[in-house]
């Protein structure tokens, strides 16, 4: 999508108020939606902008392909009304065409202006209206064409003609975005990366989608294929679902923001081979590092598959070390932790202690993950809330009890 | 865990904490400021000795070739005596990185790209002969450090996660903590001597009574205290770097 001179003017215009006498906005003017009719029923696209309130609404070729021959039903709500007598016209102009805006009864002002309502009472505050899209569209779907087409909305006061007027903006966009070049793909363990160069498409908001396969494909059969999409870098490692030894064969797309795909780049090949990090290397050369943390725990309780270890384990992924603070406090335990560990672990009677001490750790543990952090806090504050009144109650009780008997 | 992420916010905090050490801790004086305290910035190599564990195989070198880890670390300690040298008790902590090559099935070089990080934490005594330069302006400080170490360690894979060695059913994740201590010597060279009302100034405004370049020679001694059961992470290194006693 591009920024033409109208839809600029329009968006400087609406929030500067500066269009004057020409363009006097509608007071208490809403958009409300679009339904699409007949065939189009359910049919509609969201970049269509059905909703009420929306501010975008975009038609790009795929759509162009589906709305052919259809037809939409607009409404737009003017609530309150305005006081007097009015009436109101609604005008639709394809892109790069206009309609005369001076009354309630629009023309077309350089050759293509569809009218579907004229000089009709505004005698609602909603006003429901049909929209042909190829006429609104104006050009044939492979045209390469882009442009604004506007909705018009126009209100006439009968007595003192006063004119006021909105528009709608809709953003056909036919024109697909130049295939990039898909430059290199190098392969490493389940995973590639791809790299492709694009000098062609400069316009903003370009993004690509990589798709790959396990043999050659098509466009047409992108979508039995797997893909990555919304990247907005030109390089990509694709690291899951690729299995080793398997030959892929990787194209790359650009898309613009009105989703409008380009055809598929070249296609390279690539066949992900496993390899061998450090660690696996020292593991595979008889290192006796075991690797890991939770050494108190572990001492404490004997074995790692006890279920209070899989808890305290979660609660440090989950919780702990999504937050710098809760990282700060796992990063202690293991600053400090492996001496207690290594202390305790050959001595049953001080790991019994530890593994009572653990206990409500454990229980937080259980409490935060199945509650979350502020459910948890929660909690606590509702027990410690209740332990501190029932204690208060139990001090009163005998001043009462004294109270009573005098 | 998120290695990369991790590694940004470590090299942020870094960046984040000397300034805001001095702007917590020091105050303005208009006469010379007590000394209480000393902050050391380092920058240097490191080359954990993990190939010495293993008998003929070398995947330290295999993996990351002959370089040496950048390690960039900071001290800060409390002086406890000052008479003739000062006595501190300190503790820092710092942040080594290594990028590599994984391996084929062959040992060749492969472009999955994969690392270890390091982050050493150190308690230390430490003693400095600066008698010479606080009274009579000899601008030469040498001193040494004795102390605990601990690090906390992982390596990562070619996607950036934590790497996982599979040996039978069982996963051993590629990071810990492995303990040890360390023992260092260094000379600090004073550089209040190039201009002696800058450092008064910086004094006045700052509180810092001395700033000083040095040079350390640390060995460090990281293998669980020869357990036999862990990665061996030790090195005698050689780093570099600026402090300021305040």
Redesign the interface.
């Given at each position: 999508m591009t920024v033409t001179p109208l839809r600029l003017l329009t968006a400087l215009a609406i929030p500067l108020g500066i269009a004057g006498a020409a363009r006097a906005a509608i007071p208490n003017f809403s958009f409300v939606g679009i339904e699409g009719v007949g065939t189009l029923d359910g049919k509609l696209n969201d970049r269509l902008g059905r909703t009420s309130n929306a501010t975008e609404h975009i038609i790009n070729i795929d759509d162009c392909g589906v709305y052919a021959g259809g037809e939409v039903d607009v409404t737009v709500r003017v609530d309150p009304k305005p006081t007097g007598d009015w009436q109101y016209a609604i005008a639709y102009a394809p892109p790069g065409k206009t309609c005369s805006t001076s009354d309630a009864n629009p023309e077309a002002v350089d050759g293509q202006c569809y009218v579907p309502a004229a000089q009709r009472e505004l005698d609602s505050t909603t006003i429901d209206f049909i929209i042909n899209l190829d006429d609104l569209i104006g050009s044939a779907c492979e045209s390469g064409d882009e442009g604004d087409a506007t909705l018009y909305v126009i209100l006439q006061n009968t007595s003192l003609s006063e004119v006021k007027f909105e528009s709608v903006i809709f953003n056909v966009d036919l024109g697909a975005p130049t295939a990039p070049t898909l430059s290199d793909v190098t392969s490493g363990d389940a995973r590639f990366v791809a790299k492709w160069t694009d000098t062609a498409n400069t316009e903003d908001g370009i993004e690509y989608a990589v798709y790959y396969g396990d043999a050659p494909f098509t466009k047409d059969d992108i979508d039995a294929v797997d893909g990555k999409s919304g990247i907005t870098t030109k390089t990509i490692a694709i690291e899951s679902g690729l299995s080793n030894d398997v030959t892929y064969y990787v194209s790359v797309a650009a898309r613009d923001q009105a989703d409008n795909e380009s055809v598929l780049s070249n296609q390279l090949e690539v066949t992900p081979a496993s390899t061998t990090d450090f660690w696996e290397s020292y593991v595979g050369a008889g290192g006796k590092e075991p690797g890991g943390f939770c050494f108190i725990a572990t001492a404490a309780y004997g074995t790692p598959l006890e279920a209070e270890l899989g808890t305290l384990r979660h609660f440090r992924d989950e919780m702990l070390m999504g937050s710098a603070a809760g990282r700060t406090i796992v990063h202690g335990y293991y600053q400090f932790g492996r001496f207690w560990a290594s202390y305790i672990a050959d001595k049953p009677a001080l790991r019994a202690v530890v593994r009572v001490l653990l206990v409500p750790v454990v229980w937080f543990a259980d409490l935060t993950l199945a509650l979350g952090p502020e459910g948890a806090f929660l909690a606590l504050l509702a027990a410690f809330s209740g332990y501190r009144h029932l204690r208060r109650r139990a001090r009163l009780r005998p001043l009462l009890v004294v109270q009573e008997l005098r | 865990?998120c290695p990369s992420s991790l590694r940004a916010?470590v090299l942020s905090a870094v960046a984040f904490a000397v300034p805001s050490l001095f702007a917590l801790i020091a105050t303005p004086a208009l006469a010379e400021s007590p000394r209480t305290m000393m902050l050391e910035l380092h920058g240097g190599g490191y080359t954990p000795n993990?190939d010495s564990?293993?008998?003929g195989?070398t995947?330290?070198k295999?993996?990351?070739g002959g370089g040496s880890m950048t390690m960039l670390r900071m001290h800060l300690d409390y002086e406890l005596w000052q008479a003739h040298g000062t006595l501190a008790i300190g503790a820092g902590f710092g942040y080594g990185w290594i990028d590599?090559n994984?391996?084929?099935?062959v040992g060749d070089k492969?472009?999955?790209k994969?690392g270890?990080n390091l982050?050493p934490?150190q308690l230390s005594l430490v003693y400095r002969w600066d008698w010479a330069a606080v009274e009579h302006g000899v601008p030469l400080v040498p001193y040494g450090k004795v102390g605990l170490t601990?690090a906390?360690w992982w390596?990562?894979?070619?996607?950036d996660s934590i790497?996982?060695?599979r040996?039978g059913d069982a996963g051993?994740?590629?990071?810990?903590?492995?303990?040890g201590w360390h023992a260092a010597v260094g000379v600090m060279f004073l550089l209040d001597v190039f201009s002696e009302s800058m450092s008064i100034g910086f004094d006045n405004e700052s509180g810092v009574n001395n700033s000083y370049i040095f040079a350390e020679y640390q060995h460090t001694s990281l293998d669980?205290f020869g357990s036999?059961?862990?990665?061996v992470l030790s090195d005698d290194a050689l780093s570099f770097g600026l402090a300021f006693e305040f």
């Open positions: - | 865990m916010k993990v564990e293993l008998s195989a995947p330290w295999d993996t990351f590599g994984a391996r084929n099935e492969t472009d999955d994969v270890f982050l934490l601990g906390i390596a990562t894979d070619a996607k790497s996982n060695a040996v051993r994740e590629g990071q810990g903590l492995t303990l669980d036999g059961k862990s990665l």
